[in-house]
């Protein structure tokens, strides 16, 4: 949205987002799956089970082991629960009138307050516990290496504890179905970093032979970089949304976009980029965004990825990377994490989970702020250009009419740095550390100009952040 053109009643829009809206590109409620049923931290016991009666056993009602007869999972035949043989499946309290129900559909900031935690209560557990274990203890060898043998033929994951950690975490799983619930697809693999997360799709198509990739600019500047460079074996064709189709070739494995992108905050139609893909699975990367205002598996994403160090960690203390996709496709991702060792740890599994608890709270504060600022922005003469997107959220890119290192050296309360989605803001210049590794004419035609500034709108209150920008901008 260029200058004079950031509306009071798009901005009025945008601070008003309902619970269970992710947008006014999607409908409410959270649709999918739910990570492929992995929503508790317990494992089942089919293999290698403690037997009954075993010293090793917890005591009866220990909620941390497993009771006399009783084993990690769910219940045979209860259609309200996760299958049978599901390895994350709910271990619900059981009552006098049989289990606790699934529960129905939830607005979508109660599925992110509770989603990946249903089963805690009847663990007697509150908070989420942390897994930090490595490796996992099994007495039967022979059913070890059956497991270990169906992950490398497939990728499912494993019934019963991981083996290793590099096979999976119960806290990482955690985080994993909850964000699967969030976006409304299947499955969800998260990762050390949001590049590790894109390698691994790279990675997962190279494998079978598909190493072309469609991408339109401008996406993330290591991303950018990581196909520009062909360092994973991939070559990319770089088009305008209207030329997807027709850079569709056999060998095509990946159309990539980003959407509100980094940085220009510049908006796709996803539902007629999907079309164009046809077959080809489209990769959305949602950081921008987030589920709370886009769910991009709706429009006919397959993929869709996110730096979850930004907003769904939401605090600057952790750095992931996650995609939510669906379970085949996860599967895949799955045998590249095992493979290429780039897991998630588990004490950030944890933060990831706690973060997207107020994810929909956090999004829609610093979306009303950010709105105003644009506001404020785009009618003052010293700012030549405002970019801030119909979608609405916490992103604004701005140009200024002086020179934008100086606004960066005035600032006080606003922090000078890369990353964004903290509960603080922070501004940087694209041009100069997130997007230098692009090639300056495509930078420039990508419309990140040298003079573009851009700002990730915390939870601060608007008058400080305005009082911080009105001197950083100094006079005209």
Known sequence: MDAGRVRAEDVADVAGIEDGDPGRTGGRGTGGGGGGGAYAAR????????????????????PYGVR??????????????????????????????????????????????HAGREDLAGLGLHAAPIDLSTTYPSYDS?????RVDAFAADGAEPEGPPVYGRLGNPTVARFEAALARLEGTESAVAFASGMAALSAVLLARGATGLRHVVAVRPLYGCSDHLLTAGLLGTEVTWVDPAGIADALRPGTGLVMVETPANPTLAELDL????????TVPLLVDNTFATPV??????????????SATKYLGGHGDVMAGVVACDE?????????????GGVLHPLAGYLL??????????VRAASATAAELARRLAADPRVARVRYPRLGGAMI????????????????????????????TLIQHPASISHRVVDPADRRTAGVSDRLLRMSVGLEDVEDLWRDLDGALGRV
């Open 353 to 362: 989970l706690r973060g997207l608890s107020t994810l929909p709270v956090r």
């Open 397 to 424: 890119a701005f140009e200024t009419a002086g020179d934008p290192h100086e606004v960066i050296e005035r600032v006080r309360l606003i922090t000078p740095a890369v990353s964004l989605g903290s509960v603080d």
């Open 68 to 113: 006399d007869g009783e084993s990690y999972g769910v219940r045979d035949g209860d259609p309200r629960n996760a299958r049978s043989d599901d390895p994350h499946g709910v271990r619900y309290d059981r009552r006098q009138d049989g289990v606790l129900p699934r529960p129905a559909a939830r607005a979508f900031a109660t599925e992110a307050v």
């Open 142 to 146: 022979r059913g070890e290496a059956a």
């Open 43 to 62: 494992w089942s016991g089919a293999q290698g089970a403690v037997p009954r009666g075993d010293a090793r056993n917890a005591r009866d009602g220990d």
């Open 328 to 340: 085949e496709f996860a599967r895949r991702l799955r045998q590249v994490r095992f493979a290429t």
């Open 271 to 278: 539902r007629a980029v999907a079309h164009a893909c046809g």
């Open 293 to 306: 205002l886009q769910r991009p598996a709706e429009h006919g994403a397959r993929l869709v990825l996110h």
